[in-house]
C-alpha cells in the first residue's frame, strides 16, 4: 500500500473500543451531550456542529435511520481520509456504532469513492472481523438490543457526491444531484428515513472525544473551532503529508511545519477553497477565519496563479452535476475568462463583469459545490492582478 | 447442451445480481458496477433488462449511468489507465506522463486501444496529491509516476493477455 508521511497522530495511541465501550455506559443522552460538548464540528469542511446533528437524527420519530459515513474524498488536496482508512478504520467504524447508539440507528453505511476501490477489500475484512467479535450485529457488543451493522457502498467518480444530499440520491440509485435543503438528511434522508452524514474523520475523533473526554478535546483549538484536524498537505514543500494540527493554527505556522516557509501562496480547503496570498499568511485556519476540509495546497515563487485557477475551473467545470444555471452556465464562462486573461485579451471592464458573475454563482447555486466553484478564481483574482492582467506571451 | 447467445448469459447474470442486492431502486448502483467491472461497459441491453428487473424505466437506468464518469455506454478497455489531471499532479509535471503515456499506448486520452486492452483517460483528483503524478489502472493505483516508469507499467498490464491473446480475458 502507498503510504503518505503522518507522524504523531491521535489514532495510533487510542485504544481500540474504550470509546465506544464509554458511549454504552452514557447511553443516547449522555453521548449527544458529550458530543456537543467537544464543540467537534464537521471534518469535511462544511463544519456543521455534530452533537446538533445527532441530536437532531436522534429527535426524529422513525424507527429506521441511518448513520452514513461520508468517506466520499474527493476535493483537490486531501487524502486524509485515505489514511485514517488505511491505518484507523478501527476508529471510524467504533464512531459509526457510536453514532448508532446515539440516535439509534439500526444500520449504517460507509459510502467510499471509487477512486479508492482498493482499500474496500480490507474495510470489508476488518467489518467481518468485527462481526466476528461481536461488535458489529444484534446485541452489538453484548447490548441487549442493540442492533447496529454497516454496509460498504461504492461510488462511481464523481466529486458533488461528497455532498450529503448528493451522496444520498447516489445511494439511492439516482444520479448525483444535490437536493434543496430543508429538509435535511436529519430529518429525509436515505430512502427517506432520518440520516446522520458525518465524515470519515469527524467519527474517528469522536471515538477519541468519547475516550478521553470532551474537556480533552477542548484543549485544543480554539472557542470556535475545538480541537485537533488532519491537514492534508501537498504542493511546493519540503514534507508532503498528513499533519495533525490543532484548529486555529496560523498559515505561518503551518508553512514553518511542513518546510514551505518560501510560499508565495496558499490554497486552503481545495478546489472549493480560498486562495490564501504571503500577506495574509498571519491568518488562522479555523471555521471562524479560514475554513477547510484539510486540504493545502503551497505555491512557490515560481508558480503561475492563472494555472492554478484555470485547473480548479476545468475541476469545477467537470465534476457540476448540471442541474442548476448559475453552476452550469457561470463556470464555463469563467474559464473563457482565464482562457482571455491567459492570451492578454481580458479587459478590465470584462474582469470585473467575471468577477460579478463569480459572485452570482456563489449566492445563486443550489449546493455546496456550486457555491463556492468560483472562490479560487475570486481570490485569484483578488490577490493577483498584477501578474494576471495585460499579459503579452501567448502562452497557449 | 445448449448454446447460450450473449444476451443470454447476461440476462441470467443480471438475474442473479438482482438476486443478490434486491429489487429496490437503491440496489441500482451496486448492479451497474458489477456490470461495468465484469462487461467493460453497460448496453441498452443490460440498461432493458436491469429495467425491467427493477421495474423502472429505462431512461432512468440511462440518465444514471450517464452520470457517473465510471460508468459507459460504450466498451471500455480491460485495462483503464486514469491519469489525475488535477492541480497537485498538474504541478508535479503529470503532462510529460500523459505524452508518454499517449505514445506507448498509441492513443489520444479519450480513446481505446482497437484490440480492445486499454483505455486512456483523465481523471480529477485521486487522492494522491502528496505523491504525484498518479494514475490508476483499473483499481490499482501508481505514484509518483515517471515517464520512463510507463512502459513498465503498461507492460505489466500486458502480460495479463499472454503472448497470443486475442481476447480479453476474464477476471
Known amino acids: 500500500m502507498i503510504t503518505s508521511t503522518c507522524k504523531n497522530l491521535t489514532f495510533a495511541t487510542i485504544e481500540a473500543g474504550a ?39 436522534a429527535a426524529a420519530k422513525d424507527p429506521q435511520k441511518y448513520i452514513v459515513c461520508n468517506a466520499d474524498e474527493g476535493e483537490p488536496g486531501t487524502f486524509k481520509d485515505r489514511i485514517i482508512l488505511t491505518t484507523y478504520a478501527g476508529l471510524v467504524f467504533e464512531g459509526m456504532t457510536i453514532a448508532a447508539a446515539a440516535v439509534n440507528a439500526p444500520k449504517g453505511i460507509l459510502y467510499l469513492r471509487g477512486e479508492y476501490t482498493y482499500l474496500r477489500e480490507q474495510l470489508e475484512a476488518e ?10 450485529g444484534e446485541n452489538a ?35 448525483g444531484e444535490p437536493r434543496n435543503r430543508p429538509p435535511y438528511p436529519v430529518n429525509t434522508g436515505f430512502d427517506g428515513h432520518p440520516t446522520a452524514v458525518n465524515n470519515v474523520e469527524t467519527l474517528a475523533w469522536i471515538s477519541c472525544i468519547l475516550n478521553k473526554g470532551s474537556d480533552w478535546f ?15 498537505v501537498s504542493g511546493d ?43 495574509q499568511f498571519d491568518r488562522k485556519i479555523a471555521y471562524e477565519d479560514i475554513p477547510t476540509g484539510g486540504s493545502v495546497i503551497v505555491f512557490g515563487p515560481g508558480r503561475d496563479m492563472l494555472d492554478v485557477a484555470q485547473n480548479f475551473l476545468e475541476f469545477m467545470v467537470e465534476e457540476s452535476c448540471g442541474q442548476c444555471t448559475p453552476c452550469r452556465y457561470g463556470n464555463p464562462t469563467l474559464l473563457e475568462g482565464v482562457e482571455m486573461l491567459r492570451n492578454g485579451r481580458c479587459s478590465a471592464g470584462y474582469l470585473k463583469e467575471l468577477v460579478s458573475l463569480g459572485e452570482s454563482v456563489q449566492i445563486s447555486s443550489k449546493c455546496g459545490l ?27 | 447442451m445448449t448454446l447460450m447467445t450473449q444476451q443470454e448469459r447476461l440476462r441470467g447474470e443480471l438475474e442473479s445480481l438482482v438476486a443478490q442486492y434486491g429489487t429496490a431502486r437503491n440496489a441500482l448502483m451496486p448492479i451497474l458496477q458489477e456490470v461495468q467491472r465484469k462487461y467493460y461497459r453497460i448496453d441498452d441491453y443490460a440498461i432493458q433488462v436491469i429495467a425491467d428487473l427493477l421495474d423502472i424505466h429505462p431512461v432512468e437506468v440511462h440518465s444514471v449511468v450517464s452520470f457517473y464518469s465510471f460508468l459507459d455506454f460504450k466498451p471500455k478497455g480491460r485495462f483503464v489507465v486514469r491519469l489525475c489531471q488535477t492541480l497537485c499532479c498538474e504541478m508535479a509535471d503529470k503532462d510529460r506522463v500523459a505524452r508518454q503515456l499517449s505514445n506507448d499506448l498509441g492513443i489520444e ?26 494514475l490508476l489502472v483499473n483499481d490499482k ?11 513498465q507499467i503498461i507492460e505489466s498490464c500486458r502480460q495479463v493477455f499472454g503472448l497470443h491473446a486475442t481476447q480479453p480475458m476474464e477476471h
Not at chain 1, 237 to 242: H, K
Not at chain 2, 117 to 131: H, P, R, S, V, W
Open chain 1, 19 to 57: 470509546g465506544l465501550k464509554r458511549a454504552l455506559e452514557l447511553g443516547q443522552a449522555g453521548i449527544i451531550r458529550e458530543v456537543t460538548d467537544s464543540g467537534i464540528k464537521g471534518r469535511g469542511g462544511a463544519g456543521f456542529p455534530s452533537g446538533v446533528k445527532w441530536n437532531l437524527c
Open chain 1, 127 to 136: 467489518l467481518q472481523a468485527l462481526r466476528d467479535d461481536g461488535k458489529l
Open chain 1, 141 to 175: 457488543c453484548g447490548k441487549k438490543g442493540f442492533t447496529f451493522d454497516i454496509e460498504i457502498r461504492m461510488g462511481s467518480g464523481a466529486y458533488v457526491c461528497g455532498e450529503e444530499t448528493a451522496l444520498i440520491e447516489s445511494l439511492e440509485g439516482h444520479r
Open chain 1, 218 to 232: 477542548r484543549q485544543h483549538g480554539t472557542e470556535k473551532s475545538t480541537g485537533l484536524k488532519l491537514f492534508s
Open chain 1, 237 to 279: 514543500c519540503d514534507m508532503p503529508g498528513v499533519y495533525e494540527l490543532p484548529l486555529g493554527i496560523t498559515v505561518d505556522q503551518l508553512l514553518a511545519e511542513v518546510g514551505g516557509s518560501n510560499a508565495k501562496a496558499v490554497q486552503i480547503g481545495g478546489a472549493s477553497g480560498r486562495c490564501v496570498p504571503g500577506s
Open chain 1, 370 to 396: 456550486g457555491q463556492s466553484s468560483a472562490n479560487a478564481f475570486l481570490s485569484i483574482i483578488e490577490h493577483f492582478k498584477e501578474e494576471i492582467m495585460g499579459r503579452t506571451v501567448d502562452a497557449v
Open chain 2, 109 to 134: 486520452f479519450g480513446q481505446t486501444t482497437p484490440d480492445g486492452k486499454f483505455t486512456l483517460e483523465y481523471a480529477n483528483c485521486i487522492g494522491m496529491c502528496d505523491q504525484g503524478p498518479a
Open chain 2, 141 to 151: 493505483v501508481h505514484t509518483r509516476v515517471t515517464p520512463e516508469m510507463v512502459n
